[in-house]
């Protein structure tokens, strides 16, 4: 295929004549209290969050196999019957932008141009509108019966199969002048029930303000006994509703407005509004908002012009047109994120909302850098999570201070999570000038997990104590010191930055995740240099960690951390320690510069490379291996980030991810080789077929971050190819197959995979913008 898509302006707009020849393609549309994703065809879905589903939730592949979608109809007579979801062999437009969508149809047969505009209002409105306009091209009149067709779910996406039927018997539907109104009586859940306070809404009417003729609130109503919704019966036999129960059945927001006569040339619009709300008068106040296109374009606009604002705060004015418009896309990808979650896109169907907690500090690097001043309070806020034991909670809600441990109610622990914090915080500091951060005082997350969330404690009791920022990255970086396994590395725990090596939970180390913390460790005793102070207070279990110890000796290692878990696992006294900041700094950098050399020392090949981990039966993983050579680009970018590597040895990596990790064909560096088999002490990473998600795709986030590590030791050469290579593949969408964006990977084909919500978005723009000394794209 050639290009799918042209840009058309500088504001990131672009069209396509062959989107709906694809039919994974979506496009986002949001604001803060409504979320939804449409395809070309209008598929996709509305939600608010995960019990708060308007439209079916669907994930990838039913994004064209559902029928459950957004449609609209138009009746001639029985031998000219178009919809928008059935239409085949129209001409094709669709013209986009940040975030808004519309698609314009000719079809020839009934003489018609229908232009389908679709998007979410900027501000506090939780609704998406939909104006259809319907032209007539032909020399004659038409006369035609317009029916709006949106199947209304109205509840969790834990229902698509758990009680379906009994769910529909929540259903209580109200008839409005102008469409449906739909609340259900519960929540349906069975460990525990919970009154419903959603009003789901279906509202339309005409340019003029006039309401539909007929509304079919059912889908039983609008499809008819041998029906469905791509083949309704009230529209294939022209039949206004029958009269019947409405009542605790599967909703429809299925509008037939009076029959429109259209002259040669002109038109008629139709406008929906489709949304979500606990405040039922809301749903009136939308209705007078939108009551005619004007208004409707009106808003347009300023959405427009809020989402331009939004990308624009970071700017990268390059001279190459395609790069900055792209670029535009990659900038609002944190504020997608941060909206959707990790759950709330047809391909992020996993979870049940939030955000993770690498996520959390990762999204914060390009507000940081657009606006850092205003980062002051999400930081101090973020570092609620910690834990007293140096863990933290895994998934962030949308309120301030809502912190969960996990998404599925799984305890598990990932351990690179203590590297992140530090880092932001550092690149907030360079930013901002605000060192005195560091001494500001945040609480911490308490609950019955201890123990790194190896045991539960029902009995443990609550602190108000509060310590500073460095004292909580002090905590989560010095408790891993102590946490290593046989090779005296950091223990891999629930997995890494590498989710799919979770099946090493007992023995595996992460070689790769050590040397950040080593390069933390550093880090802290640089930031308290730097801060003159004498004396730091610390909460006084801590003291534990800073009793001297025997860096070599493993098991006296592992228990001095299980004695300091034994100390707070009930929680902590509230008694503070004063500790000299001199001796704490020579301590830290002792640690630190132990880990680096026991890293040099164990763990670089004679072929030229870091090993990066060890297995649950404590083996290398990286090197060669029954005649194969295994290795992974992460453990590499994190010993080159770091500095462990030295610069003889970065040369040496360069030299080696070239030969090994990058695929001529794709032009893109692989996240590993090819291991040929499964490995089930390591993760389930290698189960997937090899060139997909973590088994050796082009990995967006671990690409930008190699070209984050070698622009930061001065290899700039190196680190630009590495990045274009992503843009590169983005960018020939006729092989990438999705709208401009940076998406979490590309696979064997080179299609780009998962759009929109990746935390290599944030790490393009802190590399582009910090990193690189030549923003041009080449």
Request: net charge positive; proline share 4%.
């Amino acid at each position: 295929m050639k290009k799918l898509w042209r840009f058309t302006d500088k504001l990131g707009s672009f069209e396509s004549n062959a989107a709906d020849k694809i039919s994974s393609l979506y496009l986002p549309l949001a604001n803060e209290h409504i979320m939804s994703s449409i395809t070309p065809d209008l598929g996709g879905d509305i939600k608010s969050g995960q019990d708060s589903f308007l439209l079916e939730p669907v994930s990838r592949i039913g994004l064209s196999s559902s029928k459950c979608s957004r449609n609209f109809w138009v009746y001639i007579d029985k031998n000219k019957i178009w919809s928008i979801k059935t239409a085949k062999g129209d001409k094709f437009k669709l013209e986009a932008g940040l975030l808004w969508q519309k698609v314009t149809r000719e079809t020839k047969a009934l003489g018609l141009r229908v232009e389908t505009l679709n998007f979410v209002p900027s501000g506090d409105l939780p609704v998406e509108l939909m104006q259809v306009r319907l032209t007539n091209i032909s020399r004659k009149k038409i006369k035609l019966i317009p029916t709006a067709a949106i199947p209304i779910y109205a509840r969790s996406a834990d229902n698509i199969r758990d009680h379906r039927h009994v769910t529909s018997l929540l259903q209580r539907i109200t008839l409005d002048r102008f469409g449906v109104i739909v609340k259900p009586t519960l929540t349906f859940n069975e460990n525990g029930h919970k009154p419903n306070k959603d009003n789901y809404f279906v509202l339309g009417w005409d340019e003029a303000g006039r309401p539909p003729r007929y509304i079919y609130p059912t889908q039983e109503m609008f499809c008819g006994e041998g029906g469905n919704l791509e083949a309704p019966e009230s529209i294939l036999e022209n039949l206004p509703p029958r009269e019947g129960n409405i009542q605790g059945k599967e909703s429809m927001g299925a509008l037939r407005f009076s029959e429109v006569t259209l002259a040669p040339g002109k038109s008629r619009s139709f406008i929906i509004a489709m949304g979500i709300t606990q405040d039922a008068k809301q749903i009136g106040r939308i209705r007078n908002k939108f009551k005619n296109p004007a208004q409707v374009e009106i808003s347009l606009e300023l959405t427009k012009k809020h989402w331009f604002d939004l990308s624009n705060q970071i700017s990268s004015s390059t001279g190459g047109t395609d790069f900055d418009n792209w670029f535009k896309w990659v900038s609002i990808q944190p504020v997608l994120r941060r909206i959707f979650g990790c759950s709330f896109l047809p391909d992020f169907d996993y979870g049940r909302g939030g955000r993770g907690w690498r996520d959390l500090w990762q999204d914060c690097l390009g507000l940081i850098l657009s606006q850092p001043r205003k980062v002051r309070r999400i930081l101090l806020n973020n570092f609620s999570g910690v834990r007293f034991d140096g863990s933290n909670a895994t998934i962030i809600g949308k309120k301030s201070g809502e912190f969960i441990a996990d998404r599925n109610d799984i305890a598990r622990v990932w351990m690179d999570h203590g590297v992140w914090p530090l880092l932001t915080t550092e690149l907030y500091m360079d930013r901002s000038g605000d060192k005195n951060i560091l001494f500001q005082k945040a609480g911490y997350f308490q609950d019955a997990h201890i123990w790194r969330s190896s045991k539960i404690n029902r009995n443990f009791r609550r602190s108000n104590y509060k310590g500073t920022v460095f004292e909580h990255l002090l905590l989560e970086n010095l408790a891993q010191f102590f946490n290593v396994g046989a090779h005296n590395h950091i223990r891999l725990e629930g997995a890494d930055w590498n989710d799919g090596l979770d099946m090493a939970k007992e023995a595996g180390e992460s070689v790769a995740f050590s040397c950040m913390y080593a390069s933390n460790l550093k880090k802290l005793a640089q930031f308290l240099q730097g801060s003159g102070r004498r004396k730091l207070d610390l909460f006084a279990e801590i003291k534990t960690l800073l009793n001297p110890c025997g860096y070599d000796n493993i098991g006296a290692k592992q228990r001095r951390l299980k004695e300091f878990f034994a100390k707070v696992q009930d929680g902590i006294s509230g008694k503070v320690i004063s500790v000299d900041c001199a001796w704490l700094i020579k301590d830290l950098e002792s640690k630190a510069d132990w880990m680096m050399r026991n890293i040099r020392r164990r763990e670089w090949s004679s072929e030229g490379f870091f090993n990066g981990y060890y297995d649950n039966k404590k083996k290398r993983v990286e090197g060669r291996a029954r005649g194969r050579l295994n290795l992974m680009l992460a453990s590499q970018v994190f010993a080159i980030m770091s500095g462990v590597a030295e610069d003889r040895q970065v040369k040496k990596i360069i030299a080696n991810v070239d030969k090994y990790l990058f695929d001529k064909k794709l032009k893109g560096y692989r996240l590993n080789t090819d291991f040929a088999s499964l490995q089930p002490d390591l993760g389930r990473a290698f189960s997937f077929v090899y060139g997909e998600k973590e088994n050796g795709s082009v990995f967006s986030h671990m690409v930008v971050m190699y070209a984050y590590a070698l622009f930061s030791r001065g290899f700039h050469k190196e680190g630009r190819k590495a990045l274009n290579s992503l843009y590169d593949l983005a960018i020939d969408s006729g092989k990438s197959k999705i709208y401009p964006c940076l998406p979490e990977y590309f696979n064997n084909e080179g299609q780009g995979m998962y759009p929109y919500l990746t935390g290599s978005a944030s790490w393009f723009v802190l590399t582009l913008l910090t990193q690189s000394p030549d923003l041009s794209p080449h």
